[in-house]
Structure formats: structure tokens, C-alpha cells
């Protein structure tokens, strides 16, 4: 029996004698108990209402309690705006035991997943759902038998693994009588001819399934990668997109990572990398042109004032954009505490509906995988991505020498619509100039 006290307001009692409950005493106080039925979102409690005798002006308390065997049916829970559904996997089976927040289930959405936690110790009865289902907000997803049964789940384990025992001393007195026939080791011919044939049969039976050409396999595509399919082939169909290429010269920014990078961890906590550099320069260079961080609406252009930078995250289950929020206002150690924590969050699953709404502008850093040059897609609704690529040893002229040099390759899709060449251009000079000279992110030049 589980007791809930819940506070009411103050009121003064003048019976002594309670006329349906009973009689108790704490200290020199004495209370009575009315026992009430109360059905509160489908939970059934038993309700007693504790008032003091009339000496003092005192609190009523209520305790909720349910039993401890009850059987609950929980239904699916809310997933955030606009998201109704969502594909169930289990991770605990019926018979299981749980602890209350034990992790149960994940439900997979377009855009997140919703973890499944328990509401309170017990027994899993039912799973009215089997993986990969599709279940509803509000419909019923599993029972339970409330109850401290986590423990009892390991007996029967036990259990089982002691019968297996038995059997054991059971096998090995029969091989104690046949050590005395030894001479039976003659026949020994006559069992090699069986097992000769044996191992032609198996050897035929491959050859056929081979022959019959299956040599592939389906399965069910998730809920987000049906939403990624869907949006980059509605970004494809709506946008006029258009891709502009600059190559970077890094030395510069190794150059201060290699001066500063371990100072700047001491003192931030978290390492100078490339990605704080590069949204700061994209920064500079959307307030230099604006257009960039618009976007069409219908037949009108939305221009935010503000900027948000969505950093592209893969992720076991697809590509994921977190937002990293008024990346304008933050410093190189913000923005890579920022995206830490992103990506951290995307790769244990956490992120929730809010960290991957909006977002103005996106990059997208395939060189981390190797990647020398591509055209990224858009993010809708946005107008513009900007894709970085491997550092590479090149040969380059500077002041008229060829000289090595660790060269990048960036590329920028904008849509042509709403964007201009030009505008196009001088964005993407902006960004590497910044990179090539750290100093420009100093003087906001």
C-alpha cells in the first residue's frame, strides 16, 4: 500500500468523534480518518481525509493509495506538436520486472524519439502493441502489475537453471557400464560407411538457394527516414538550387588552434575546433548579406533578424539538424560548448522537438568523413547551406610561389529565386576570408 499526502486548506474541527472512520492520537492531538473512493485518469485511490480535534486550527491531509497487485492499463504519451503517432519498440518483454522510470520502450516519430519510461514498480502484464507498430497518442500501449516484482525476475532464472542439473548425473552413470564391452571398437567400420553419404546430402542443399538468385532482403524503412526521403525530395521539387564553390586555405586557423587550442581548453573546458570558426564566419557574412538569412513565403520574403545556425548531426538513425539558438550573440567557447551538447544529445537519441525547430541557415560538415567536395541540399525552410569539406594537402601559388598548403573546399546552395549570383559569391568570399585570417573575427572585418 503506497500513500500520497496531499495538503488542503486550513479549516477548524469541532468533532472529537468521527462518524464514519476511526479514532487516533498523535501526542496530545487526537484525528479521525473518512475513508472516500476517488477515480482520478483512470487510476482507482482510496482516499482518507485526516482532520485534528478542535484544540488547534490545523491542515486536512488526504493520502491517495492504490494496491499493490492492480493491474494498470498506460497509454501512449504525448509526443509534442503536430506529432500524433509513432513507431513502438520494445525493450522489455511481458513478465519482465520494472523499477519505477525504468526505461520500457522507444517511439520512433518523423522528427524525434519519445522514451518510454515506467510510471511505478511492477510487472509487465500486456504489450498491446508488438515493434514496429504504429500507436496513436492517448491509446492504450501496455499493462502493468503494480508491485516491487524486479526482484522476483531473477528467481525464476534460477529456477530454470536448476532442473538443467539433474540431468547432468543422470548421463554420466550410463557411460560407467559401457567401458567393459571395449571390444566393440570393431564395428567401427561399418559406422564410417554411414557417415560417409552423410556429408554429400548437406552439400547439395546450398547449391540450390544460391541458384534460385534471392540475394537481398527488405526491411521497414523508420518514421525519420521516411521524413528525411520526403523532405529532400520536397526541398529538390520547390527550390531553384544553385551551388557556388571557394577553396579555403586553413593554415591560418591551424595555425591559432596549434598556438592557443590547449590554453583555450583550460580555460573553456571544451577543445577550439574548426565548426566555432566557421559559424562565426557565416555569421559576418549573413550581416553582410542579409538575403541570405530570408526566405520566400508564398509571394512574400520573411526576413528574420535574428540567426540561427543549424549544425547537420548524423546519427545511427539518419541526419539530424540541431539548432544552435542567436548563434550571432554567442563567443568561439559558446558555440563549441553548443555543439557538444548537440551532438551529444542527437547521438544518445535526447533530442527533443524545441533543439531541431527554426533554424535560419545550416552547415553541414561532410569533410569528417572524408568528403572532397559535394553540393549540399537544402534544409527547408531555409535558403541557403553551407557544406565543408577534407583538408587537403595542395599545391597553390602564393605571392607568385607554388608553396603546400591544407586547402578546403567549400560549397554554398542558395536558392536562385530568392538569391542572386552575386549576393551568392560575396557571401561565400566573406566566409573564406574570415577563415583564412582569424583575425577578421577580432576586428569584425
Not at 173 to 199: C, D, L
Not at 222 to 242: C, E, F, G, H, P
Not at 254 to 262: H, V
Not at 402 to 430: C, N, Q, S, W
Amino acid at each position: 500500500m503506497s500513500f500520497i499526502a496531499i495538503p488542503r486548506g486550513l479549516k477548524s474541527s469541532k468533532s472529537t468523534k468521527p462518524s464514519n472512520g476511526c479514532a487516533a492520537r498523535v501526542g496530545v492531538r487526537s484525528f479521525h480518518v473518512a475513508n472516500k473512493q476517488t477515480s482520478v485518469n483512470n487510476f482507482n485511490f482510496s482516499t482518507s481525509v485526516f482532520s485534528f480535534a478542535t484544540p488547534i486550527q490545523s491542515r486536512s491531509v488526504i493520502f491517495r493509495s492504490f494496491s499493490t497487485g492492480e493491474s494498470k492499463v498506460i497509454k501512449v504519451p504525448p509526443m509534442g506538436d503536430s506529432i500524433t503517432s509513432g513507431s513502438i519498440k520494445w525493450l522489455k518483454n511481458v513478465g519482465d520486472g520494472v523499477k519505477q522510470d525504468d526505461h520500457i520502450a522507444d517511439i520512433e516519430t518523423d522528427k524525434v524519439t519519445i522514451t518510454v519510461r515506467a510510471p511505478f514498480s511492477g510487472t509487465i502484464e500486456n504489450q498491446l502493441a508488438q515493434s514496429g507498430d504504429d500507436v496513436r497518442v492517448g491509446a492504450d500501449l501496455y499493462s502493468i502489475k503494480v508491485g516491487d516484482a524486479p526482484a522476483s525476475s531473477s528467481a525464476p532464472k534460477a529456477e530454470k537453471a536448476a532442473p538443467s542439473q539433474p540431468s547432468a548425473p543422470k548421463a554420466t552413470p550410463e557411460p560407467v557400464s559401457n567401458p567393459k564391452p571395449t571390444p566393440t571398437p570393431t564395428p567401427s567400420p561399418v559406422s564410417s560407411a554411414p557417415s560417409t553419404p552423410a556429408p554429400s546430402t548437406p552439400v547439395s542443399t546450398p547449391a540450390p538457394s544460391t541458384a534460385s538468385g534471392i540475394r537481398e532482403h527488405r526491411e521497414k524503412m523508420s518514421r525519420m527516414r521516411i521524413r528525411i526521403a520526403d523532405r529532400l525530395k520536397d526541398s529538390q521539387n520547390t527550390y531553384a538550387m544553385l551551388t557556388t564553390f571557394q577553396e579555403c586555405d586553413m593554415s591560418g586557423l591551424m595555425e591559432l588552434r596549434k598556438t592557443f587550442g590547449e590554453e583555450f581548453q583550460k580555460k573553456h573546458n571544451v577543445k577550439l575546433g574548426f565548426m566555432s570558426a566557421f559559424v562565426k564566419a557565416s555569421v559576418t557574412a549573413l550581416r553582410e548579406q542579409p538575403i541570405v538569412n530570408a526566405v520566400i513565403d508564398g509571394n512574400q520574403i520573411v526576413h528574420r533578424d535574428y540567426v540561427d545556425v543549424s549544425v547537420a548531426v548524423a546519427t545511427p538513425n539518419g541526419l539530424v539538424v540541431p539548432v544552435l539558438r542567436d548563434a550571432d550573440q554567442l563567443s568561439l567557447a559558446d558555440i563549441e560548448k553548443g555543439i557538444a551538447a548537440l551532438g551529444t544529445k542527437a547521438r544518445d537519441g535526447k533530442l527533443a522537438i524545441e533543439d531541431m525547430t527554426g533554424g535560419t541557415f545550416t552547415i553541414s560538415n561532410g569533410g569528417v568523413y572524408g568528403s572532397m567536395m559535394g553540393t549540399p541540399i537544402i534544409n527547408p525552410p531555409q535558403s541557403a547551406i553551407l557544406g565543408m569539406h577534407a583538408i587537403t594537402d595542395r599545391a597553390v601559388v602564393v605571392n607568385g610561389q607554388i608553396v603546400i598548403r591544407p586547402m578546403m573546399y567549400l560549397a554554398l546552395t542558395y536558392d536562385h529565386r530568392l538569391i542572386d549570383g552575386r549576393e551568392a559569391v560575396t557571401f561565400l568570399r566573406k566566409i573564406k576570408f574570415v577563415v583564412e585570417d582569424p583575425r577578421r573575427l577580432l576586428l569584425e572585418v
